[in-house]
């Protein structure tokens, strides 16, 4: 399982190390600080890949053709297989070594950017972002247990601090660096430039990643083929059919959905089955008892949909319903973006260590102030001009993902044994990331459906808007379950 959480077009403003196992001493790692370049460029490469092209998604469009409803899935074919691969790939990393996997994801992620470059249709594009973020999933997991191999004493909590700012910075950056590489069409590259900017990054972490030492688990976890085809089978049925076009769900859609969800009560059975007779589960069967965490990942995977949701509905409203282009796209989200990164530094560094994890629900909150106050924009605004107050709005509603990240993580992971919490943290990563997804298609396929039924560009935003709402809504009673503990143990329970 991934190692650590982050927060999807954020940052991980908490990522919490799992232990690491007991090995002998090696000594200062001569390259130690060179090779934690390869590590964060690798981790920003990857984020910002997952934010850079929401932007880029309408100007794809119009080049390649092929359905609206295909747009949403320039981004969530990429954070899908990324999710899914999550849950094997620290075990490949394992057995076959850390080094050598985080260098075989790097060279599998620059060949599908190039792939994705050089694609000549819609089908060949999501299906090269499919396959990104099965190459993202190599890399990844791989980063703690790297870094825990070459840092030492007080140097490793200094290593694993510049983690948060570099993937902050990454969130606040890929939608303008979007707008910027799509505006310019550099050499007359136009969209494609969001794609090329990863081989020279992928370039210069291979040119270090020799200086990474290797790195693998002193006993040899065995791989969980079972538990993987179930895990996946499971989610592609439940996230694809709900989210595989524009509008209301299909019957069919609906029964593959419930299929879906049948599939991964099996898989849950089949985690438990797997630790009682002393193999290697892909996840710790503890972690699905009681309420807390499964609240948790409920709670992620609404709460990210939204996050992803908004992004996803401005850009098309913007680019599509007002024609304003990747610039102003990129432009209007960055007050989003700059609001995350400073409140999640301010959550992780004062509010959190001051109020607690009673933070999370003040992020929640500004979230729908944030939400409220676009719609508002929107509605205000005349059909056809740009919603002034948008870019407010959309500060306010980056306040609330930021004050929600930090506290939210340290809630989800601070109660749980150490050979819990890799698995956990992997567990959330994925989710977090199968959230965004269902956000992407199913509140972007909203503002598609009111654009296809003729309705103006800024009703169909307002209708898509309130649709994240409900699902923010939706996400408040899962919140309180999750934090429920840590109020009564306050309260003396």
Request: glycine residues 12%.
């Amino acid at each position: 399982m991934s190692e650590h959480p982050t927060a999807p077009g954020g940052d991980p403003s908490i990522a919490t190390a799992p232990a690491a196992p007991d090995r002998p001493t090696l000594g200062a790692y001569p390259w130690r600080w060179t090779a934690l370049i390869a590590l964060l460029v690798a981790e920003a490469m990857n984020l910002l890949d997952a934010t850079i092209v929401q932007v880029a998604g309408p100007v794809i469009h119009a080049d390649l053709g092929g359905p609206a409803a295909a747009i949403p899935w320039y981004s969530a074919a990429y954070t899908l297989t990324f999710a899914l691969g999550l849950l094997t790939a620290a075990r490949l990393g394992d057995i076959a070594g850390r080094r050598r996997v985080f260098r075989v994801g790097v060279t599998a992620f620059a060949a599908t950017s190039l792939a994705c470059a050089l694609a000549p249709n819609v089908g060949v594009l999501i299906g090269m972002r499919a396959a990104q973020g099965v190459a993202a999933a190599l890399i990844v997991p791989q980063t703690f247990g790297l870094i825990r191999a070459m840092f030492e004493g007080d140097e490793l909590p200094r290593a694993l601090a510049t983690i948060g700012p570099v993937m902050g910075l990454s969130a606040v950056l890929g939608p303008v660096a979007g707008g910027l590489l799509t505006h310019a069409d550099l050499f007359g590259t136009s969209w494609r430039a969001v794609f090329v900017v990863n081989l020279p990054l992928a370039a210069a972490v291979l040119l270090i990643a020799p200086r990474l030492r290797e790195d693998r688990a002193p006993v040899r976890p065995r791989l969980d083929p079972i538990g993987t085809a179930l895990a996946t089978a499971g989610t592609a049925l439940l996230v694809c059919p709900l989210a595989g076009g524009t509008g209301a769900p299909s019957a069919g859609a609906w029964a593959a959905a419930a299929l879906g969800a049948f599939v991964l009560a099996g898989f849950v059975v089949h985690q438990r089955r797997t630790a009682a007779a002393g193999r290697t589960p892909l996840v710790e069967p503890s972690l699905l008892r009681g309420r807390a965490f499964p609240a948790a990942l409920a709670t992620s995977t609404l709460f990210f949909a939204v996050v992803n949701g908004v992004m996803i509905t401005v850009v098309l409203h913007l680019e599509l319903g007002l024609d304003r282009g990747p610039l102003t796209a990129g432009l209007t989200l960055l007050p989003w973006s700059a609001g995350l990164a400073v409140a999640s530094w301010a959550a992780g560094g004062i509010l959190v260590p001051r109020y607690g994890i009673r933070v999370l629900h003040a992020g929640i909150a500004t979230l729908a102030v944030g939400l409220v106050a676009a719609v508002l924009a929107y509605r205000a605004a005349p059909a056809g001009d740009y919603p002034r107050g948008l870019p407010f709005a959309l500060a306010v509603a980056g306040l609330g993902v930021g004050l929600f990240t930090p506290p939210f993580f340290t809630a989800a992971l601070r109660r749980l044994a150490p050979q819990e919490t890799g698995s956990a943290a992997g567990l959330l990563n994925a989710v977090q990331q199968l959230g965004g997804t269902l956000g992407v298609a199913i509140v972007g396929g909203v503002y598609l459906t009111g654009d296809a039924s003729g309705q103006s560009a800024s009703v169909g935003a307002r209708h898509a808007l309130t649709a994240a709402g409900v699902l923010l809504v939706a996400a408040v009673p899962a919140a309180w379950a999750m934090t429920a503990r840590g109020r009564r143990d306050r309260a003396g329970h």
